[in-house]
C-alpha cells in the first residue's frame, strides 16, 4: 500500500503546484474563492477517485484504464485507448514533465541551444534503464525522490509562514489588480490539472499485495494528502505575496523565496521545482508501461510488448518502445522551440476525452455485468458518477477551446489509431 500510495502523490504533486496558482488567483480575485476553488479542486478529485475504486476493485487488472475501457466498449476502444496513450497521452506526459526539469536545471547550468531538450532527454533515458531494472528499484527510486520533494515543499512551506519579507523585496515585486468578476470555471481547468495523476492508481490494482480492495484506502489517502499539501503551500503564498502579487506573479515559488531569501532562496527553488518534475517523470514511467504490456497481450502484432520479466517484475520490451516514442517527442519540441507548452496542447484533449469515457464505463459495466463481486460500490450512485463524468465533459471542452495547433495533432493521432485498428484488423 505504501508503494501505492508513493506513486500517486509522486504523479499528482509536481511542478504544477508551482505553474498554476498565478492563474487561479487571476480568476478568483480573493482569498477565500482562491482557497475555495483549491478545495473544491479536493473534492472533485475525491469523486473521480471514488469512481476508480469500484472500478480498480471489482475489475483489477494491470492494464489499468485499458481493461476497463474494453469490457465496456469493446476491444476496438480499448485499443484506441491504448494507441492513444502509448502516442500521446503517457509518452506525452512524460515528455513534458522531462522538459520541466530541463528548464529548471538549465537555468543552473546550461548546455547551448537545446539544452532543455538534452536535459529531458537524458532524465528519460535514466529512469527508463532504472525502472527496467525491476519494480523493487523502481518504486525504491520513488521513495527516494518523493522523500527529497516533501524536504523541499516543507522547507517552502515553513519559510512562507515563519519568515517575514522585508517591505524593499515586496517592492520589487509587479501586483496587478485581480479579476472583479471571477472566471470560476477556467479557474477550476487549472486547478484540476494540478489534481491530475491520481487514476495511475488502476495500473497497479492487479499487483497491490495487500489485494485490490485496498486500493480504495490507497486513492482516498492519497487524494487528501494531496489536498492538504497544496492548500498549506498556497497559503504559503498569499501569506507572502498577497493575491495581488500571486496573479502577477510567472514564477510563485521563485518570488516568494526571492521576497525571504534573495538569490540564493532562488537557486533552491530551482533545483525542488526540478525534483518534483523528475518524481512525476519516474512515477508516470513505472505505470505508462503497464497499458503498452496489456496492448501486447491483446493484440498479436504488438506482441513483443505483452512479455513480461519475471526476474525483475516488469514489462521491459513496453519500457523500451515508450522511451523511444517519449524521446520522439522531445526531438519534436526541441525543434518547435516550444518544449513544455507544445506537450500540453498535444495531450490535454485526449487525455479528457478518455477520462470522460472511464467515467461512463461505470454505467455501461453496472448494466452490462451485473453479477461481477463488488468489494466497493461508489457512494450515491448515480449522482457521484454524473458529477465526475460532467467535470471531464467541461475540461475537454476547455482543453479544445483553449488550446492551439498542438490540440489537433494530438486529436489527428487519435484518428490515426482509428485507422490502423482497421487494416490490422
Keep these: 500500500m505504501l508503494d501505492a500510495i508513493v506513486i500517486i502523490v509522486g504523479i499528482v504533486v509536481g511542478a504544477g503546484i508551482f505553474r498554476t496558482p498565478p492563474l487561479v488567483a487571476a480568476n478568483t480575485g480573493s482569498w477565500g474563492l482562491f482557497l475555495s476553488v483549491w478545495l473544491l479542486g479536493g473534492l472533485v478529485s475525491l469523486i473521480g477517485a471514488l469512481c476508480y475504486a469500484e472500478l480498480s476493485t471489482s475489475f483489477p487488472n494491470t492494464g489499468g484504464d485499458y481493461h476497463f475501457l474494453r469490457r465496456a466498449f469493446g476491444k476496438r476502444f480499448s485499443f484506441l485507448f491504448a494507441w492513444a496513450r502509448i502516442s500521446v497521452i503517457q509518452?506525452?506526459?512524460?515528455?513534458?514533465?522531462?522538459?520541466?526539469?530541463?528548464?529548471?536545471?538549465?537555468?543552473?547550468?546550461?548546455?547551448?541551444?537545446?539544452?532543455?531538450?538534452?536535459?529531458?532527454?537524458?532524465?528519460?533515458?535514466?529512469?527508463?534503464?532504472?525502472?527496467?531494472?525491476?519494480?523493487?528499484?523502481?518504486?525504491?527510486?520513488?521513495?527516494?525522490?518523493?522523500?527529497?520533494?516533501?524536504?523541499?515543499?516543507?522547507?517552502?512551506?515553513?519559510?512562507?509562514?515563519?519568515?517575514?519579507?522585508?517591505?524593499?523585496?515586496?517592492?520589487?515585486?509587479?501586483?496587478v489588480t485581480t479579476n472583479t468578476t471571477p472566471a470560476m470555471g477556467l479557474a477550476m481547468v487549472f486547478v484540476l490539472l494540478t489534481f491530475g495523476g491520481w487514476n495511475e492508481a488502476g495500473y497497479i490494482s492487479a499487483e497491490l499485495r495487500a489485494g485490490s480492495r485496498k486500493m480504495v484506502n490507497v486513492l482516498v489517502i492519497s487524494i487528501l494528502f494531496i489536498t492538504a499539501i497544496y492548500l498549506l503551500i498556497n497559503l504559503a503564498f498569499l501569506y507572502v505575496l498577497g493575491i495581488e502579487r500571486m496573479a502577477a506573479s510567472e514564477a510563485v515559488g521563485v518570488d516568494l523565496m526571492r521576497a525571504i531569501m534573495g538569490e540564493p532562496g532562488v537557486f533552491l527553488i530551482g533545483v525542488l521545482v526540478a525534483m518534483m518534475a523528475l518524481t512525476s517523470v519516474n512515477a508516470t514511467i513505472f505505470t505508462g508501461a503497464r497499458t503498452n504490456y496489456a496492448l501486447g497481450r491483446d493484440f498479436k502484432i504488438f506482441a513483443p510488448l505483452g512479455k513480461w520479466n519475471t526476474n525483475t517484475s516488469s514489462p521491459v520490451n513496453a519500457f523500451l518502445v515508450q522511451g523511444l516514442i517519449a524521446l520522439a517527442l522531445i526531438g519534436l519540441g526541441a525543434f518547435t522551440r516550444g518544449g513544455f507548452e507544445s506537450m500540453v496542447e498535444f495531450t490535454a484533449p485526449v487525455f479528457w476525452f478518455f477520462f470522460l469515457a472511464i467515467g461512463i464505463a461505470l454505467f455501461v459495466l453496472r448494466i452490462k455485468e451485473p453479477n461481477v463481486p463488488r468489494p466497493f460500490k461508489v457512494p450515491l450512485y448515480p449522482l457521484t458518477p454524473i458529477i465526475f463524468s460532467g467535470s471531464c465533459a467541461y475540461l475537454l471542452y476547455s482543453s479544445l477551446t483553449y488550446t492551439g495547433m498542438g490540440a489537433m495533432v494530438g486529436v489527428g493521432v487519435l484518428l490515426l489509431g482509428t485507422l490502423f485498428f482497421t487494416v490490422i484488423r
Design 91 to 175: 509518452t506525452g506526459s512524460i515528455a513534458l514533465l522531462a522538459y520541466i526539469v530541463g528548464d529548471y536545471i538549465s537555468q543552473l547550468y546550461r548546455l547551448g541551444t537545446y539544452s532543455s531538450a538534452i536535459y529531458a532527454a537524458l532524465v528519460v533515458f535514466m529512469l527508463t534503464a532504472i525502472n527496467i531494472s525491476g519494480v523493487k528499484f523502481g518504486t525504491g527510486t520513488q521513495k527516494l525522490l518523493l522523500a527529497i520533494q516533501f524536504s523541499g515543499l516543507l522547507m517552502v512551506i515553513i519559510a512562507g509562514f515563519l519568515f517575514s519579507p522585508s517591505s524593499a523585496s515586496l517592492a520589487d515585486i509587479p501586483s
